[in-house]
């Protein structure tokens, strides 16, 4: 960022004006512009004979097999057989015989100005792209008719090695880089990719990867066995970083200074998967993943302010975990006659450990500050079975559905201590649980109809039923510690148990008969019961309450696409949805042993909620003249929720005096309400064969308010975040490629808090400028090299996030043959 520019929130309405001159979009949908025809910007074919095994084969080996062979074609496109390039991919056929110039294969490696960019193939960075010379070539194998392509076109083996070497830091703190790009930094280096192929023409196939940098590892490989099925292991590593929240705005005590740590995670998995697909056999799947996390994450804690005002503050918190995880999964699919069946088991197993540590003002005992260590551990087992089938019932009708079931058992401790920071006296409590049972079960079935009965209609539709049940029950104790080691013991047992119906329907109806356009109307209803029951009969505050919830939500969806004018495309959208909840409070009491009292307490005294929200979306796609292709969205969302109570009661704290309607006089009130707007424009420009330029940019309006704004600490959150990104391309020969690239973004979305407290929100801007050049210097070795500066100011943490970084990373690409 330059020093002395103030990029203030008024900058963004003066950037999005600028970006609205000329803003693109450069998207698929809708591509307007002539089909490929007669070629006159394609290389001109080769005049000679081509020999398939020293003209061909050496192209499709190093640019197209390692997505389009036999191992997971993408978009069903297989290269590697004559069959498979004639019969073409899920687009279509590819190749015209003896037609080159009308093939979309040729378009494609040609990199033709007269189709998407998305479909120009090698992708960038996957593999070298196709010289005219070579797209030379493959015009001329197809006039002349594929000639040498009668069987497997895939080599006997491929190697492909990516090392990577580089080094990211500068100035500020390391944390706030190291979330922002997900790296270390420091030196960073290794094998940033792997892939060794090995496809004979006959016999088992296998694909291994491997990636192994500073703090990622991957190892995955890939077995294949002509008409028997596959086998897939593998195991990753890598470590996620996570923002620093700051430190304790108290003196040192004991664990204070865990938050200055970096929050960081190691994140982990290996998989085992075996496939049984013989022809006519049922596909068999099973397969066995472990998974584990194990890190600290920096979070922010809520607490009570120190002069007992009602208003709430912030204050730096962490949390640890250990979780490890092993799933076992069985699927099986069959075709039987006209049903397709699918049956899929999983079962989960899961151990965990956390740990969260935050500070906490405890009025009214003199403003102390203590310490809260919250200690949770958890073992569970999850078991779900889902059934699927699709039968096609008439030439215009098809029906699909399913059922699964899923059940969930564990077993929970928690322990909460809290420690004083300061000498202030005080009285120290505890909270225990050592036995906490959770059980939870659930049944989910639907079935779905899509129907065409007449041309140009479309017309699905759905009912879903789901019931599920949650069970728990645990010993607690809520003590206080009157004098040290004297501790007042309160213990209790808890039970809650609550059984929920949902009943859904959806219907959507399209109509295309309109010439190039789409029209289309989709909704869905829902009603909803809940029943709850919770009982607390001793410890500090016993309670028993028993309530019941009916609920009704509605969505509908109004919407149109269409390409009708030439280079246009256009969409809008209008989606609606409410929802609404009533409450039944059937008993809210506080046994004794001298009788049951009513009990004021949460949330008995709601009677109803109520939410809507409005949503507004438009596209437009337009491409003026064959270089440029723009495009604008425009999204407008609002939402409202309001919630309606009872009259609280409450005593006053002088007098004692019973006094209706203390804590609420019973009314309808905001819960919250939002204001969005979001624009996104965008820009592609190629002037020139060896030139393009890419822009976009970004901005998003919020307004957020709840019932808590009045407060002094809370004030309603508001502000804007704009993004701009610039990117052009030079391809300075047929072997080197130069790109700049700019972004510049800003937020100024937050809400400012009292002078003690940690500013929340998103208030932050930053510039990233890079370069970067990649030379192939001959088929099997290529060079990239990519240097950046990043500048990311945060000025509501008064400089202590402040980061200017140099980022800068090199590539050698290795090939073999």
Not at 19 to 40: I, N, R
Not at 607 to 617: F, H, L, P
Not at 775 to 796: C, K
């Amino acid at each position: 960022m330059v020093r002395g520019v103030d990029f203030a929130p008024a900058h963004c309405t003066v950037v999005a004006t600028v970006l609205l001159v000329g803003v693109a979009y450069l998207a698929d949908a809708g591509e307007p512009g002539p089909a490929p025809g007669q070629g006159s910007m394609l290389p001109p074919p080769a005049s000679r004979p081509v020999d398939f095994q020293t003209d061909i084969r050496p192209i499709l080996d190093r640019s197209c097999l390692r997505c389009h062979g036999p191992e997971r074609p993408k978009g069903g496109l297989r290269l590697d057989t004559r069959d498979g390039i004639l019969a073409g991919g899920d687009g279509g056929p590819v190749v015209v015989l003896s037609n080159s110039a009308a093939s979309r294969l040729i378009h494609a490696v040609a990199r033709s100005p007269e189709i998407s960019e998305d479909l120009w193939m090698p992708p960038e960075g996957r593999a070298p792209a196709l010289t005219p010379e070579e797209v030379g070539l493959l015009r001329a194998w197809i006039d002349q008719g594929l000639p040498g392509s009668g069987g497997p076109l895939a080599s006997a083996d491929r190697v492909e090695v990516t090392l990577g070497f580089g080094w990211n830091g500068g100035s500020g703190p390391g944390s706030v880089f190291r979330a922002r790009w997900q790296q270390p930094d420091g030196w960073n280096g290794g094998v940033e990719e792997l892939v060794w192929t090995h496809e004979p023409s006959q016999g088992p196939r296998f694909t291994l990867w491997a990636r192994a940098l500073r703090e990622e590892t991957l190892l995955q490989m890939d077995w294949l066995l002509p008409d028997w099925g596959r086998a897939q292991f593998g195991a990753s590593e890598y470590r996620w970083y996570g923002l620093d929240r700051g430190h304790w705005p108290v003196g040192p005590g004991v664990g204070v200074g865990l938050l200055d740590t970096a929050p960081q995670m190691d994140i982990g998995r290996a998989w085992v998967i075996f496939d049984l697909d013989r022809p006519r056999w049922p596909l068999l799947r099973l397969g066995y993943e472990h998974e584990y996390r194990d890190g600290t994450r920096a979070l922010d804690g809520g607490s009570a302010a120190p002069d007992g005002s009602s208003g709430r503050l912030l204050w730096p918190s962490y949390a640890a975990l250990d979780e490890e995880s092993h799933t076992l999964q069985f699927r099986v699919q069959h075709q039987v006659g006209e049903w397709w069946l699918e049956d899929e088991i999983r079962l989960r197993w899961t151990d965990r450990q956390a740990l969260r540590t935050n500070a906490l003002f405890n009025p009214p005992e003199s403003g102390a500050r203590f310490l809260t260590r919250v200690q949770k551990s958890q073992r569970d087992f999850q078991a779900a079975n889902a059934f699927r089938f699709d039968r096609p019932i008439r030439p215009w009708l098809r029906a699909t559905g399913g059922y699964l079931y899923s059940r969930y058992d564990g077993d929970a401790a928690v322990a909460l201590d809290e420690a004083p920071l300061n000498p202030a006296p005080a009285v120290a409590r505890r909270w225990r649980s050592p036995s906490i049972t959770l059980e939870h079960s659930a049944h989910v079935g639907n079935v779905n109809l899509v129907a065409g009965p007449q041309a140009g209609w479309t017309v699905v539709t759905g009912v879903q039923t789901e019931w599920t049940r949650h069970q728990g029950l645990g010993r607690a104790s809520f003590d206080y510690e009157l004098a040290p080691e004297d501790w007042f013991v309160q213990p209790t047992l808890q039970e809650s148990a609550r059984d929920r119906f949902v009943l859904g329907e959806r219907v959507r109806l399209q109509w295309d008969r309109l010439p190039r356009t789409i029209l289309y109307a989709e909704g869905a209803a829902e009603q909803n019961t809940t029943e709850l029951f919770e009982d607390q009969p001793g410890g500090d505050g016993p309670f028993r309450r028993d309530t019941a919830a009916d609920g009704r939500a509605w969505d509908a969806r109004l919407g149109l696409e269409t390409t009708l004018l030439n280079r246009f495309s256009f969409g809008a959208s209008y989606r609606w949805r409410l929802r609404h909840t009533d409450f039944e409070h059937r008993a809210d009491l506080i046994p004794t042993e001298f009788g049951d009292f009513p009990n004021p307490g949460y949330s008995a005294f709601i009677r109803e909620r109520r939410s809507r929200t409005d949503q507004v979306e438009v596209r437009l796609t337009w491409q003026p003249a064959l270089p440029w292709r723009t495009a604008f969205l425009y999204r407008h969302l609002t939402s409202r929720s309001e919630t309606a109570t009872d009259a609280l009661d409450g005593f006053d704290p002088v007098t004692f005096e019973p006094v209706p309607g203390y804590y609420t006089p019973g009314s309808r009130i905001l819960g919250a309400e939002a204001d969005v707007h979001a624009w996104t424009l965008q820009l592609a420009w190629r002037p020139a064969r060896r030139w393009s330029f890419h822009w976009q940019g970004t901005m998003e309006d919020h307004h957020l308010r709840s019932a808590l704004d009045d407060e002094a600490t809370l004030p309603a959150w508001a502000g804007r975040t704009c993004r701009m990104r610039w990117l052009g391309r030079w391809s300075v020969d047929d072997r080197t490629d130069a790109e700049l690239q700019y972004e510049w973004g800003m937020s100024d979305f937050h809400r400012d808090t009292a002078a003690t407290v940690l500013p929340t929100g998103l208030f932050w801007r930053e510039h990233l400028i890079a370069v970067g050049m990649r030379r192939r210097f001959t088929d099997r070795l290529t060079v990239a090299l990519r240097y950046g500066i990043w500048r990311y100011d945060e000025p509501g943490s008064g400089g202590a996030n402040d980061v200017f970084a140099h980022l800068a990373w090199m590539s050698l690409g290795l090939r073999w043959p």
